[in-house]
């Protein structure tokens, strides 16, 4: 697919250009009013936020108002209209209709340009986009986890679930294996239903709710048209299209995260399910490798055309956008035996819809893949061997942290993956629970988890559970007494004695704690604006401690406008963190999409542990932040005390079901 070789007509360009402008805008507009949130306006009168003409200032141009994501000094949205050959004309006028106009007026219209066929529209074109569309089919086939596999990781969730609530669950809490009313099988069940019938629900509502669009125009539009759009727009961000204007150039290369969820806001609009987005993703990776390895073995070699234009000829991303050691880490290699086979497998396939690559340089590539030798001989070839995540322990790097580390995780690496997860645990009894919480997660983002000072989380991790296991503890516990000293401590503070003496025992590891955890959220900050991830969009999810990790992360990344395209999601759980004077906006602004607070109203050893000098600012971790675009989730219902997230936080994000672009979950984790 390219620009020149594509199977839209130019007139359909412009309608996936406009389609795509419209979801970038209306994405930025999510990040304070997510779909599926009530907005603070709707009984005023005024238009609801869809239609809202800007968001940082009551300019009349888009010219004027650079914080707009379809600004041209962001670069998001000018190279995408040049890959697809728009012409330029054009462009300042479709950034404002986007940008100045309610998207209902337009995406119906768009939607159409889309589904028209010219008179004259060759066979070849509809068995090419069919043939793209079993690629995509046939790559998602091969990314999917076998049903034994995922029933295995089950089993050792439960394991570790099992092992934690022996020896952590407050003594009333363990083991609790019999049905409560209220939460019989049958219950549990019906909840589950209902979960399901909800996410399923979703991309309708969102459509409705984002676009106003009747569905019957979604319908118009064939399944391999709306893959094939999907692929080429994907496929202009990715390539690093030179500005003519060098003063809008883009300023960070590779995937941003705000064109990313770009295009889960139209596949959703497309009604097309985002793993099929990832398999696109996939191919577009794969096809970098093999463009690649076309290059170095000199197939091409009497080709007169710069490198530039076989990329773009290619409809692949541009070289630049892979350089500083940022290639292994986008492709990782392709080393994984099912990828590598999946995608020899549609080598005659590919070769048709790439041609300046062929069936011969696919097939290579898939070979060379099938093996770990073979993968790091293409990755050193290209000057990428080495660096990433687990190659780099920034430990004594700076003073005062000892340690600092990424661990890989899952089966997703080396497979060509474009979306990255970083998981961190901030409650740790053993080594070992930096990575069981995280282990049973069944989606197609390569995983990281960060170790870092396990001595002082483990340290205070204990001198708590210790205080839980204590005759004061179990005392007031039996009493009942620590939900009225939680909800005294939001309000007016009073503290029983025996409470004061627990802070003391407590306090001094707990410190400590507090502020390793934001000089490692400083380290977070830094591995990212280095890229060492790759330039690929980050998820960054955390409990307790490991929360504040990311915040503090979050509060360096915000302090430049610039570095808006890294993190695509986040979810903090059983956050310490103070509500107040924490400018939790300038968080919000550098996270392109979700943004989740799960909380526990009954944490009351979080609340005690965070003292209670910081609690009159409130805290994240047992109520809502109640700032525009943060979701809230209660997760009360799952959490018995704070070590509960080790063992729950699996569980927690299966319900967020952080994939869909609505965010479905917004109020409440039930027990399944």
């Not at 060759?122 to 089919?137: Q, R, T």
């Not at 960070?252 to 099929?276: E, M, N």
């Not at 001198?463 to 179990?474: G, N, P």
């Not at 906006?585 to 050893?605: C, H, I, L, Q």
């Amino acid at each position: 697919m390219s620009s020149s070789s594509s199977t839209l007509t130019s007139t359909q360009k412009y309608a996936a250009g406009a389609l795509f402008a419209l979801a970038l805008h209306q994405a930025q507009l999510h990040q304070i009013h997510p779909l599926g949130f009530p907005s603070h306006d709707d009984d005023d009168g005024s238009d609801p936020p869809e239609e809202r003409v800007s968001t940082s200032s009551s300019s009349d141009f888009v010219s004027d108002d650079p914080q707009l994501w379809v600004h041209q000094s962001a670069g998001l949205l000018r190279p995408v209209f040049k890959f697809l050959e728009i012409d330029s004309r054009a462009w300042g006028a479709l950034e404002e209709t986007v940008a100045y106009s309610p998207a209902k007026h337009h995406v119906g219209a768009f939607l159409r340009l889309l589904s028209e066929e010219s008179g004259n529209i060759s066979e070849e074109i509809v068995d090419k986009e069919l043939a793209l569309a079993a690629a995509i089919d046939a790559m998602c086939l091969s990314m999917e986890k076998s049903p034994d596999d995922y029933k295995s990781k089950k089993e050792k969730q439960r394991e570790y679930e099992n092992a934690c609530r022996e020896k952590f669950a407050p003594p009333d809490k363990k083991l609790e294996s019999e049905p409560r009313e209220g939460n019989t099988p049958s219950d549990r069940r019906q909840e589950i239903n209902a979960i399901t019938s909800i996410v399923e629900e979703a991309p309708a509502e969102s459509m409705k709710e984002s676009a106003g669009k009747p569905l019957e125009e979604v319908t118009m539009l064939s399944y391999p048209r709306k893959l094939t759009v999907l692929y080429e727009l994907l496929s202009a961000c990715l390539a690093d299209t030179p500005e003519d204007n060098k003063k809008f150039t883009r300023g960070r290369k590779g995937y941003d995260a705000r064109h990313r969820v770009a295009l889960r806001l139209l596949a959703t609009w497309f009604d097309v399910k985002w793993k099929k987005m990832e398999a696109i993703e996939t191919m577009i990776a794969c096809s970098v490798m093999a463009l690649l390895k076309v290059d170095s073995s000199k197939e091409v070699a009497g080709s007169p055309e710069s490198s530039w234009a076989k990329l773009k000829r290619g409809g692949i991303i541009g070289a630049a956008a892979l350089t500083g050691g940022a290639l292994m880490a986008i492709t990782g290699g392709l080393a994984a035996p099912a990828i590598a086979a999946g995608f020899g497998a549609l080598a005659p396939t590919l070769g048709t819809i790439i041609p300046v690559i062929g069936a011969s340089g696919f097939a290579a590539v898939a070979t060379a893949a099938g093996s770990v030798a073979g993968s790091v001989a293409v990755a050193a070839s290209l000057g990428a061997a080495g660096a990433g995540l687990t190659g780099s322990k920034m430990a004594r790097r700076i003073g005062e942290v000892d340690e600092f580390e990424f661990k890989a995780i899952g089966e997703n690496h080396n497979q060509g993956r474009l979306g990255v997860e970083i998981s961190v645990s901030g409650f740790v009894f053993e080594e070992e629970d930096f990575v069981r919480p995280w282990e049973g997660q069944h989606d197609n983002l390569e995983r990281y988890v960060l170790q870092w000072e396990s001595k002082h989380l483990i340290a205070v991790s204990t001198a708590i559970q210790d205080y839980l296991t204590s005759r004061i503890a179990m005392e007031l516990m039996k009493q009942g007494a620590m939900m009225t000293v939680l909800s005294s401590l939001l309000t007016a503070l009073a503290w029983p004695a025996t409470l004061l003496v627990v802070t003391d025992f407590i306090d001094s590891k707990w410190s400590i704690a507090l502020n390793r955890s934001d000089k490692a959220g400083k380290l977070l900050a830094e591995v990212l604006l280095k890229g060492l991830q790759g330039q690929r969009p980050v998820t960054l999810v955390g409990f307790s401690l490991g929360a504040r990790v990311i915040f503090r992360c979050l509060q360096i990344l915000s302090e430049s406008e610039a570095n808006a395209g890294i993190v695509e999601r986040v979810v903090l759980l059983g956050a310490p963190i103070a509500i107040k004077d924490m400018d939790w906006e300038a968080t919000r602004k550098v996270v392109a999409g979700r943004y989740v607070n799960a909380y526990s109203t009954n944490d009351w050893m979080l609340g005690i542990a965070f003292r209670a000098n910081l609690l009159t600012q409130g805290l994240a971790g047992i109520q809502p932040v109640n700032v525009p675009g943060i979701e809230n989730v209660d997760v009360t219902e799952v959490i018995e005390g704070h070590s509960s997230y080790l063992w729950r936080t699996q569980q927690i994000l299966e319900q967020l079901e952080l994939d869909t672009y609505y965010p479905v979950f917004n109020r409440k984790v039930v027990k399944s």
